[in-house]
Nanobody, 126 residues
Framework: QEQLVESGGGSVQSGGSLRLSCAAS????????MGWFRQDPGKEREGVAA???????NYADSVKGRFTISQDNAKNTLYLQMNVLKPEDTAMYYC????????????????????WGQGTQVTVSS
């Protein structure tokens, strides 16, 4: 089955940067979409960014202009470059993969994805 392993999380000061990586056990070129979600304790998991097989991207309003999602199909790896981090970005970040076509308007919804990684913690201090 599809396996996703996140890495790159850690603690950083406000205004700093981190790059998250998600290694997939299958060719990412065969996936219709991949995404990053985050969840802070006591809150609902929210979609952060998504990218489809054509390279089209979607971002949550809260991260537009600061985060960039990308993928390297040769390495079967998904990335999330996070710049100008804020304390509100503190959360467990999860990588997700979708095996079926997903409408653009649903790509930041949990239901669009079939497989999930175990998460990597991002903590932003002020």
């Amino acid at each position: 089955q599809e396996q996703l392993v996140e890495s790159g999380g850690g603690s950083v000061q406000s205004g700093g940067s981190l790059r998250l990586s998600c290694a997939a056990s299958v060719h990412t070129a065969n996936l219709h979409c991949m995404g990053w979600f985050r969840q802070d304790p006591g809150k609902e998991r929210e979609g952060v960014a998504a990218i489809d097989s054509a390279g089209r991207t979607n971002y949550a309003d809260s991260v537009k202009g600061r985060f960039t999602i990308s993928q390297d199909n040769a390495k079967n790896t998904l990335y999330l470059q996070m710049n100008v981090l804020k304390p509100e970005d503190t959360a467990m970040y999860y990588c997700a993969a979708g095996l079926s076509p997903v409408s653009w308007w649903s790509r930041l919804l949990q239901a669009a994805y079939n497989y999930w990684g175990q998460g990597t913690q991002v903590t932003v201090s002020s």
